[in-house]
């Protein structure tokens, strides 16, 4: 994640605690000095929508092999003791697991920050009251557009307005909340109207998504914007972010999984303030850039570990046979340890950019989708071969 707010205004956030750290760059197993990662927990696969772009293929049937409430707990217990600072439950619609409140509580007890990603449709009045109840740090709710452009992504007529109701029962209960929105070809002309959105219905959060070509993603891969649509994105949320800022809006809005847009911000503040360019580099290098596998983890409703929740081709182990805590710090899986040393490996633009530091390779998800190489670079990057400091090649 990339805190858009923090590199402009010099906000603080309880995530920013994490991302800019002044030891978090040097960790291999977590985010700070004795911490594991944060890990991204797919608690089901059930849905009650069927996202175009889903990363988790989730559809409208529990997974048969899903942990078990006694299993899931003891999987908590183990979170616990590696100190791991945040549980974000995700799925499928994690709302449609029946022991979700009853897990979620269990983290709570055992001192873990919890959070909740959801497509927000099932957050009654009352759920949302138990949400608050339970303890939950955070909810973030998914929107890609407004009205029917949502709605097509989400397969389901009138989820657009289902979700909005669920951000607002949140909102009247105090639960912190706040919007998730996946950049696309479809959608992307809708940025202003989200930003319209979340002043208007007074929304604390918002984290644009980059597409990441995982699970039903892979199919959109001709949908993702061109790299002058990114770059015309990115000026349209740092504008509005800045604007926030000026305007006494505490709003805290994030980037997620392309970490170009770190770099792009640097750029741009050079050019205008480079005092402030400067700090924002510092944080940027406390931040590392890409953290799948050290910094973030993913587990599925299985039990399968992951390196991160767009990397589901590549399991680390199952938590049935080994403890969390001995699969994340044994790096017997050579994705995993590359993911750790991964400047040897990478290739192409991404081996020999000057922001590596700060970036670290980006998703390497896309990058396997499209070259079928793990390793290759990150066709997402949409910096130019000058911003990243390649030379011209001879001709």
Known sequence: MISISKLLGNTNHFGDELRYSPSSRHQIHGTADGRGPVVVWNITRACNLRCLHCYASANSQSHP????????????????????????????????????????????????????????????????????????????????????????????EGAFRAALEGIRNCLAVGQKVGLRFTLSRHNHHQLEAIFELLERENIPRACFYHLAYSGRGRKLLSDDLTHEETRAA?????????????????????????????????????????????????????????????????????????????????????IRKKSFPEIWTVPSHPILAGLRNRRPLLKGRCARCQWLEVCNGNLRSRAEAVFHDFWAPDPACYLTDEEIGIAPQPC
């Open 65 to 156: 092999h899903e942990l078990t409430t006694r299993e899931a707990k003891s999987f908590i217990d183990e979170l616990a003791s590696f100190r791991v600072p945040v549980l974000l439950f995700s799925g499928g619609e994690p709302l449609m697991r029946q022991d979700f409140f009853e897990l979620a509580a269990y983290a709570k007890e055992r001192g873990i920050r919890t959070a909740l990603s959801t497509n927000g449709t099932l957050i009654t009045p009352a759920v949302a009251q138990r949400l608050r109840e339970t303890g939950l740090g955070y909810v973030g709710v998914s929107l890609d557009g407004v009205g029917k452009t949502n709605d097509h992504f989400r397969g389901k």
């Open 234 to 318: 990115l000026d349209m949320i740092i504008e509005k972010t800045w604007d926030f800022h000026l305007r006494g809006w505490d709003k805290e809005i994030l980037t997620v999984a392309n970490h170009a847009d770190g770099v792009y911000v640097y750029l741009k503040l050079r050019q205008s303030d480079p005092q402030k360019a400067e700090r924002a580099y510092q944080l940027l290098l406390r931040n590392g850039g890409n953290r799948s596998g050290i910094a973030i983890a993913a587990v599925d409703w299985e039990g399968n570990v992951h390196p991160d929740q767009f990397t589901p081709q590549y399991t680390l182990g199952n």
